[in-house]
């Protein structure tokens, strides 16, 4: 990014601040001097001064600004950290949508995705780029005029939030950068915010000293930063960002170029694109003043080269400052991305392949039987501590009891440990030929560890379950369930406090969250005036969620998100359900005999029925409202609709509410009971599957416009 004559001129100049204090006239000057040393200390790992000297010629600029206020500009270094908190993460919609990758775990899956590529491209060899798949928190940046001007979390891949005053503590992304140079006048450019080994170990060494909690792994501190709301807190934990994509940018011509569009050279004019390639995206980047991984890709002919390079970075993983779980291949070449397309759910041009899972030995201490809220009694063993793949494992779910039979685990066992997918932890097997004699065979308890009622297993699973309803450990869990984000949405009450407020007896079931005793939550540490208003605002929202949450949050088993909106657009209110039979319950859509028998067994039970109309009578929603006030026609009554790709003109929620809205029915998946099928952009295997089945018809979105148009 500096050239010599640059690196002599701004290590000369920052010299003489040092050895004398810049002035009002040098304060530009200044700026320059402390970006180029953040980009030597935070891009390149080579700084030219101090932390002290940096730090001099930091406060120097911030004493000048302060006394010429009017001299402040945005993209300052000083303008990292907002002088207040931030309030609360607005959702914002991101350019093009963040799909996920598709994974692989061996070369075979690597080797099959170049066949597929060299099919639909016809090229007989495919020329990729291969980096590092990062081990954080992905991001997404917008630059507007060379300045930033947004940046935002992954949150669904299609919004996430906006959190720029963090962004702006991470000292390696710029604050401004030369778009320009390269035609672009708006760009939105992925990446991942890191921790480095090296800061993660020494956070948690000044939060030891100081008494404090310390973070998990180096993953979930990044993550965990960016929805700090004080930014000063963020500054602290030392982040770092790779950016290894530009997703969109408008040219100054204001052509608009991203992920969904054509980057061939007949459609972008040699003078107006700034690259045709992924590899030259990054050099961009990393010309432009970024930490993209210019130094760590490798760009390959063949998917031979790529599995090479592959091994070859994973066998110096260890070595990296920084945690990665795999390498990221794409496609190189822009135009055959565009050709080869995507799927509703990744990009058919890339592929992350994930590094071997991480293994590591430790000793079986002991197990703890943990209740769910459907009675479920997990067995969880306790370890020894061990350090695997960044994360110290300590306890891990065995399941079941046929789990503990199959590994033939016994209490003072040495066991093999890895986390699958460098995410989840499982114990391997046992190590049989290191006993020593003294193990223990492992005794599932016949009585409930909480409430001591017996135990009780259905045939043909391989759950023991506690069937006693009033288990103080089954009702926890109902709450935290009923008050979760994907159920009532309750917000300021999460598991701490309903365990904190059932310890305290300001809870007992369900319905007390409606009648809370908030004089006596006042006299509790940590909650003032406002969190209680907070909480007292969110209950009383909860009371006018609609049908299909309730029915979610009642925690009826095998009764998800999408079957409960199943169930709640197939009645009127709720306790239509009580009349109901299995047969009816069966005949409903994507309701097998499983589901339907838990549903009838649910509203059969007096209790069942007792608490719902209890919280009837404390105010809540037990109407399906969609239902009985939404419709405005019959123009499509008793037709069936599913929606498959992206849809341009409209957002798929509201496609669907127009469906109900004139009466049409809404299903899950593609059967005989499907009428129409609407296709928009980049549709999958649904299509795929339509076409095999007669009585389906297949309509664009323009097409079902026109439909209900008419």
């Not at 540490?525 to 969620?545: H, P, V, Y």
């Not at 199943?566 to 009645?571: F, G, I, Q, Y």
């Amino acid at each position: 990014m500096y050239s010599a004559q640059q690196t002599q001129h701004l290590e000369k100049v920052s010299r003489e601040f040092l050895k004398k204090d810049a002035g009002v006239k040098d304060i530009d000057e200044l700026r320059n001097s402390l970006r180029f040393h953040e980009y030597r200390y935070y891009i390149l790992s080579d700084p030219l001064v101090s932390d002290t000297e940096y730090d001099q010629l930091y406060k120097q600029l911030e004493k000048l600004e302060k006394e010429n206020p009017e001299l402040i500009t945005k993209n300052s270094p000083t303008q990292r950290v907002g002088s207040t908190l931030n309030a609360g993460f607005p959702t914002v919609q991101h350019l093009v949508p963040m799909l996920s990758l598709d994974n692989s775990y061996n070369e075979d899956d690597l080797i099959d995705f170049d066949r597929k590529a060299r099919e639909n491209t016809g090229l007989d060899t495919i020329e990729y780029c291969v980096e590092p798949k990062f081990d954080g928190a992905s991001i997404s940046l917008i630059f507007e005029d060379d300045e930033l001007a947004r940046g935002a979390t992954r949150g669904d891949g299609v919004e996430g939030e906006e959190i720029t005053t963090n962004i702006k503590q991470i000292r390696s992304i710029p604050l401004s950068a030369k778009f320009s140079d390269y035609n672009i006048q708006l760009a939105e450019i992925r990446g991942e915010v890191l921790m480095s080994k090296k800061s993660f170990k020494k956070y948690n060494e000044l939060m030891e000293e100081e008494g404090l909690p310390v973070l998990a792994n180096p993953r979930n501190a990044a993550s965990g930063s960016l929805r700090i709301k004080d930014p000063k807190l963020v500054a602290k934990r030392s982040l770092e960002a790779f950016l290894y994509h530009v997703s969109y940018y408008t040219t100054l011509e204001g052509k608009k170029v991203s992920d969904e569009k054509d980057h061939s050279k007949e459609n972008i004019s040699k003078r107006e694109a700034p690259f045709i390639t992924h590899s030259e995206s990054l050099q961009m980047l990393w010309d432009l003043g970024f930490r993209s991984p210019e130094k760590e890709k490798k760009v390959v002919k063949g998917i031979e080269k790529v599995i090479e390079y592959c091994k070859e970075f994973e066998a110096k993983r260890d070595d990296l400052p920084y945690e990665i779980d795999g390498m990221v291949i794409k496609v190189n070449d822009l135009a055959l991305q565009d050709k080869l397309g995507m799927t509703s759910h990744h990009p058919r041009w890339a592929i992350a392949f994930k590094f071997k899972a991480r293994q590591g030995t430790s000793k079986l201490i002991g197990v703890e039987f943990n209740v769910g809220r459907t009675g479920a009694v997990t067995p969880v063993a306790k370890l020894e501590p061990v350090f695997i793949g960044g994360v110290t494992v300590s306890s891990i779910s065995m399941h079941n009891e046929e789990y503990i039979k199959e590994k033939d685990l016994r209490i003072g066992d040495t066991v093999l440990v890895e986390r699958a997918g460098d995410v989840i932890p499982q114990i391997v097997k046992s190590l049989p030929e290191v006993r020593t004699g003294h193990e223990k065979i492992i005794h599932y308890p016949k009585q409930c560890p909480v409430c001591n009622s017996e135990l009780f297993k259905e045939e043909g699973e391989a759950v023991w379950r506690c069937i006693n309803i009033e288990c103080p450990a089954q009702v926890v869990e109902k709450i935290i369930h009923f008050v979760s984000k994907d159920a009532m949405d309750i917000k300021h009450f999460g598991a701490a406090n309903v365990l904190k407020f059932y310890d305290l007896k300001l809870l007992s079931d369900i319905p007390s969250i409606y009648t809370l005793d908030f004089d006596k939550i006042a006299e509790l540490e940590g909650f003032g005036k406002k969190s209680i208003d907070n909480l007292r605002t969110a209950i009383e929202d909860s009371k006018q969620q609609p049908l299909h949450r309730l029915i979610y949050a009642l925690g009826i088993r095998y009764v998800g998100e999408t079957t409960a909106k199943t169930l709640a657009n197939a009645v009127k209110e709720i306790f239509d359900f009580a009349s109901m039979n299995i047969e009816e319950l069966q005949s409903l859509e994507d309701i097998g005999i499983k589901v339907a028998t838990s549903i009838y067994g649910f509203f059969q039970n007096d209790d069942n029925v007792k608490m719902i109309k209890h919280l009837k009578e404390l105010g809540l929603n037990m109407k399906n409202t969609k239902k009985q006030s939404s419709v405005e026609s019959n123009t499509l009554s008793e037709q069936t609709f599913l929606f498959t790709g992206t849809m341009n003109k409209l957002k798929r929620s509201d496609a669907e509410e127009i469906v109900e809205k004139h009466g049409g029915k809404i299903v899950s998946g593609v059967s005989s009971k499907l009428n129409y099928l609407v296709v928009g952009e980049d549709a999958g295997s649904k299509l795929e599957k339509a076409k095999k089945i007669n009585t389906i018809k297949i309509i664009s979105e323009d097409e079902f416009l026109e439909m209900v148009k008419q």
